[in-house]
């Protein structure tokens, strides 16, 4: 495609809820990732992927957090049970090789816990 | 570990007079250092980045940023601003740990840059 997409672009969940935030990036990018955006703050690393295989989670926030890429391309974010304090806009990023390579961001998902 | 401060959480600014964002970082190893933008309800754009050769560096849109070792920072600066640049800016580093860097970006806080007519 002709950029990263991600969908939904809202989601809305009450307390509790599991979602699936999913992430498609550009065609023939090797490397994914994904990044946390509360509001008012930066963007904050939650994983990566090269290929199919996921190198970093470093930045989950808890085991309710679970990312997966299982052909290399299109990838999903999982929260399970989710909290008031997971609100926030969740980025996806993808580059050809990641190597302080040029990240092309999508627009996120903004996730509101009720 | 590597982190950044962005000095300013709001900069408002007069259509075609300077611009200058601040940052200043902190990194153990050899960083690469970048300015992204993001404009309402749009992904973030690369404006320019570092990665230890001219220590001046232009990006887009007239955008340019200089590194400076000594200080620590990392400064965005635009000789005239215009008001499409209204939007968020954020300072990045990335560290080099281990000879190798994919990408892990730290982020700063974010500077909203207000452009008035």
């Known amino acids: 495609g002709a950029g990263v997409s991600q969908s939904p672009r809202y989601k809305v969940a009450k307390r509790g809820q599991d979602v699936a935030l999913r992430c498609d990036p550009i065609?023939?990018?090797?490397?994914l990732f994904w990044y946390q955006q509360a509001l008012g703050q930066g963007p904050e690393f939650l994983t990566y992927?090269?290929?199919?295989?996921?190198?970093?989670k470093s930045g989950l926030p808890s085991d309710r957090f679970f990312a997966e890429r299982p052909e290399g391309s299109v990838s999903t974010l999982k929260i399970q049970r989710t909290q008031q304090e997971d609100s926030a806009v969740y980025l996806c990023?993808?580059?050809?090789?990641?190597?302080?390579?040029?990240?092309?961001f999508g627009s996120g998902t903004q996730l509101s816990v009720l | 570990a590597q982190s950044v401060t962005q000095l300013d959480s709001h900069v408002s600014v007069s259509e075609g007079t300077p611009v200058l964002l601040r940052c200043n970082y902190s990194?153990?190893?050899?960083?690469?250092l970048f300015w992204y933008v993001q404009h309402p309800n749009k992904g973030l754009q690369l404006l320019l980045k570092?990665?230890?050769?001219?220590?001046l560096v232009k990006g887009i849109n007239g955008f340019e940023a200089e590194f400076k070792k000594s200080e620590t920072s990392f400064h965005l600066t635009k000789p005239s601003a215009h008001m499409s640049d209204a939007a968020e800016y954020f300072c990045?580093?990335?560290?080099?740990?281990?000879?190798?860097?994919?990408?892990?970006?730290?982020f700063g806080q974010g500077t909203i840059l207000t452009v008035h007519p």
């Open positions: 992927f090269q290929n199919e295989a996921q190198l970093d």
């Open positions: 065609s023939g990018h090797v490397s």
């Open positions: 990194s153990s190893y050899s960083p690469s």
């Open positions: 990045v580093v990335s560290e080099a740990a281990g000879g190798t860097s994919y990408g892990k970006l730290t």
């Open positions: 570092y990665t230890s050769a001219a220590t």
């Open positions: 990023a993808s580059s050809q090789t990641g190597e302080n390579e040029k990240l092309f």
